[in-house]
């Protein structure tokens, strides 16, 4: 493991981590966990910069919640070349413009925890989708994670397969191994 460039870094893997078909679970703050930031204008401006750094760096991200304070993301490589962490890099990069014009920023480093083989398997892993989509629930935002807002999935090239279906995780993991 890294130990990172100076004081107050996170340790990281080695970059090969999160190249390539890895499944990354990464969760950025805000700086201070300062709220008033979270809403509608914001989360469609996040979602368009997630589609493109998805599509530019060979991406698919089955589950994101937006929090009051902070941000869970799950990212699945689907191309050979995908590189996560400049994938976090470009997201965090455009997002920060827009929410710095709002008065707000992401902590320095966000926190990631790379999947191993056995977290990768379809059931263990919609586990960690469902603690990510449970977010809102846990934190008593809403009854039930379908009702909160801030969530979803992004699929590039796939607009028709809503988070919200019964069929959704059957027609993700067709679509991600028909890319592979």
Wanted: proline share 4%.
């Amino acid at each position: 493991m890294n130990q990172g460039s100076g004081r107050g870094h996170l340790p990281r893997l080695n970059d090969s981590a999160y190249s390539d078909h890895a499944f990354v679970h990464w969760s950025l703050s805000m700086k201070n966990r300062k709220t008033g930031w979270l809403g509608d204008v914001f989360h469609h401006r996040f979602r368009e910069i997630l589609l493109h750094g998805l599509a530019r760096h060979g991406a698919v991200c089955p589950a994101y919640c937006l929090m009051p304070d902070h941000v869970h993301l799950l990212l699945l490589g689907w191309e050979r070349s995908c590189q996560q962490r400049l994938l976090v890099r470009f997201l965090r990069k455009h997002t920060n413009t827009r929410l710095r014009e709002l008065g707000y920023e992401w902590q320095k480093q966000p926190y990631d925890n790379v999947q191993r083989s056995k977290d990768r398997e379809k059931d263990a892993f919609e586990k960690v989708a469902g603690y990510v989509l449970n977010n809102p629930v846990r934190a008593e935002l809403a009854e039930r994670w379908e009702d909160w807002r801030y969530l979803d999935s992004i699929i590039p090239g796939y607009p028709d397969a809503p988070l919200r279906d019964n069929d959704f995780w059957e027609r993700f993991w067709r679509i991600y191994y028909s890319k592979l």
